[in-house]
């Protein structure tokens, strides 16, 4: 089963379309520095401005490039169950180990809703499925009571939690006790939630990081807390810096930055503003990531 740290990749854009020679890179890039998975198509993937064909080819070519040697966990979530589940049904036969599903946006559902739009989906996919929490992106937050009915249904195997609330967290952990695993979907708050009993994270700052993030996973599993924080730490130099702007205008540039992708991304977002460019340079250069 799923655990340790994943990344929410980014998705490289050249011209306008899906450049595929460098999102090939950026998953050797995770496999060499010993990520635990790669999870596309999510927020941090701009999912919300990929076309339904876009979605659908950067989970091949991951999946392809990935060739089993790491878990790929594709993000098929969407606002509308019918879409999602096409998606999912799609990622399934493309042959991923598993699928990540944000809450529905802007529709802002009950959590009747919450659990009927996962229950359906649930049910049209043998993939292990991993749900998504994130209120401050949908507008909308799936309470620990819904996530602990949700593990009920044999598929629903792991939440990723951006709630930004620990108490709602060790909440869920509480009423679901260790049915399901939860991943931390806040980078700074990765470390304290391990500490409370968190699965791993599904990060951001790992696409430009994922070595740290490996060593990170490693001491906290060897039980070298003092190394885990030290290493959280020094990503905290990152993660100050990676949301002066939305996710993941800030990371899309860094990547760029290492000379992994062109600094396109696609709007409504726009290029990291210049103002901000040089911090985000001075962090990576403190951390090490280039000269």
Not at 117 to 136: C, D, E, G, Q, W
Request: proline content about 5%; aromatic content about 6%.
């Amino acid at each position: 089963m799923f655990e340790g740290m994943m990344t929410a990749l980014v998705t490289p854009f050249q011209g306008g379309k899906i450049d595929e020679k460098s999102l090939r890179k950026l998953v050797q890039f995770q496999i060499k520095n010993n990520i635990n998975a790669i999870v596309p198509s999510g927020t941090t993937g701009e999912s919300a401005t990929l076309t339904h064909p876009e979605h659908r080819l950067v989970t091949d070519i991951v999946i392809d490039e990935a060739k089993k040697r790491v878990k790929v966990i594709a993000g098929t979530g969407s606002n509308s169950t019918q879409e999602a589940i096409d998606l999912t049904v799609h990622a399934e036969k493309a042959g991923a180990d598993g699928c990540l599903l944000i809450t529905p946006y802007y529709n802002r559902p009950t959590q009747e809703g919450l659990y009927q739009h996962f229950k359906a989906i649930a049910k049209k996919t043998s993939l292990p499925m991993i749900v998504y929490n994130v209120p401050s992106r949908t507008g909308v937050n799936m309470t620990p009571e819904t996530v602990a009915r949700l593990m009920e249904i044999d598929n629903i195997v792991g939440l990723k939690d951006a709630s930004g609330n620990l108490t709602q967290t060790a909440e869920t952990l509480y009423l679901t006790k260790g049915r399901i695993k939860i991943f931390a979907g806040d980078d700074s708050l990765l470390l304290p939630m391990l500490s409370i009993g968190a699965s791993g994270g599904i990060c951001v700052v790992s696409n430009i990081a994922p070595k740290l993030l490996a060593q990170l996973w490693q001491a906290w599993k060897a039980g070298r807390k003092e190394k885990a924080m030290e290493i959280h730490n020094k990503l905290h130099i990152l993660n100050r810096v990676l949301y002066l702007e939305t996710n993941p205008i800030p990371v899309k540039w860094a990547v760029h930055r290492m000379g992994l992708i062109s600094d396109e991304i696609r709007l409504p977002l726009t290029v990291l503003n210049k103002k901000f460019q040089p911090l985000v340079e001075s962090a990576m250069r403190e951390v090490g990531l280039i000269d």
